[in-house]
């Protein structure tokens, strides 16, 4: 993802310290169960061939990368489902490949639906794109649903009347970029209607964009898109400060949160993964998947 990149060595002058929780985040979280806390580590791919000979044996073709990520990741943000519908009987296969493992598929809402025209009149396409993803069954994480950096709170009313059409039984989180979203008074009205709706806020943590950095939760559940540096020392101090901030939330009743790893083309999410994992279980006790590594093939 290059929403918000910016050049390397821009970093060390950028703040990346993380906003206070929003005062009203502590009444959404009381509505969560404590006994449900799980999180959800992912990339937007399944692999890359970087990974072959680390995380995955030698000369792993692409066609079996699928089969060998669940044992490193328990998610997928699925951007290739924004580019094309895809039929059940090609998500029953994907899905065949983590069948008995704890795994999510968190397919990203086919482009024709959020990107092109309109949000009304889509219902033929949207109904397309749900009886696809649907093949999932009890493996289909959270929808999300990106909306284009020109989309501006001049829409708010077609998107209000967008989201309020979807199906209530999936669970959808909402991207939005356009800076004016994140401005008062929108910002506090926009978070208002997702959570009389039960829909996501999608928080991006991303260098050149610090306002999508919003940290209000319109559920008990939260999905963070991390735009990373290739596990760059700036990665790894702000993923201390999300586990800091998880930890607080999931006491304070988080039941979800998801995390996905965007850290350009170095293939280094295995190593981001480990260091997460580690560190989450140590400040939070919650435990997932951590990447093995090669040397213990």
């Known amino acids: 993802m290059e929403f918000g990149r910016v050049q390397e060595d821009l970093l ?11 005062a009203l985040n502590h009444e959404v979280l009381k509505t969560g169960l404590p006994s449900k806390q799980q999180c959800w580590l992912g990339c937007s791919s399944w692999g890359q ?14 066609t079996n990368y699928l ?25 029953q296969k994907w899905a065949a490949k983590t069948k008995g493992k704890e795994f999510r598929f968190c397919p990203k809402m086919y482009q024709g639906i959020t990107h092109r025209g309109s ?5 033929a396409l949207m ?14 994480g959270p ?25 209530q039984d999936i669970r959808f989180f909402l991207e939005l970029r356009h800076p004016a979203w994140f401005q008062q008074p929108v910002l506090d009205q926009l978070v208002a209607a997702l959570n009389e709706r039960k829909i996501g806020f999608v928080l991006t943590d991303t260098a050149g964009r610090r306002d999508c950095a919003h940290m209000r939760l319109t559920l008990p559940e939260i999905f963070i898109r991390f735009v ?16 800091h901030q998880l930890r607080e939330w999931y006491a304070g009743g988080l039941e979800q949160a998801w995390f996905m790893l965007h850290l350009g083309e170095g293939g280094s999410e295995p190593d981001m993964a480990a260091y997460f994992a580690s560190q989450l279980k140590q400040q939070t006790g919650i435990s997932i998947p951590v990447p093995v590594f090669s040397s213990l093939f």
């Open 12 to 22: 060390s002058s950028i703040d990346f310290s993380l906003p206070a929780s929003a």
């Open 49 to 62: 061939p970087g990974w072959v000979g680390r995380i995955y044996p030698p000369k792993t073709k692409e």
């Open 67 to 91: 089969s060998f990520y669940p044992q490193h990741f328990n998610t997928v943000e699925l951007n290739a489902t924004h580019y094309r519908i895809w039929g059940e009987e090609h998500v």
């Open 119 to 123: 949000l009304s009149g889509k219902e």
């Open 127 to 140: 109904d397309e794109f749900l009886k696809g993803i649907l093949a999932f069954g009890d493996q289909l």
């Open 143 to 167: 929808v999300f649903i990106q909306l284009s950096d020109q989309f501006s709170p001049s829409r708010e009313k077609e998107l209000y009347t967008f989201l309020s059409s979807l199906p």
């Open 228 to 243: 990373g540096y290739n596990f760059h020392t700036t990665d790894k101090s702000r993923c201390d400060a999300w586990i």
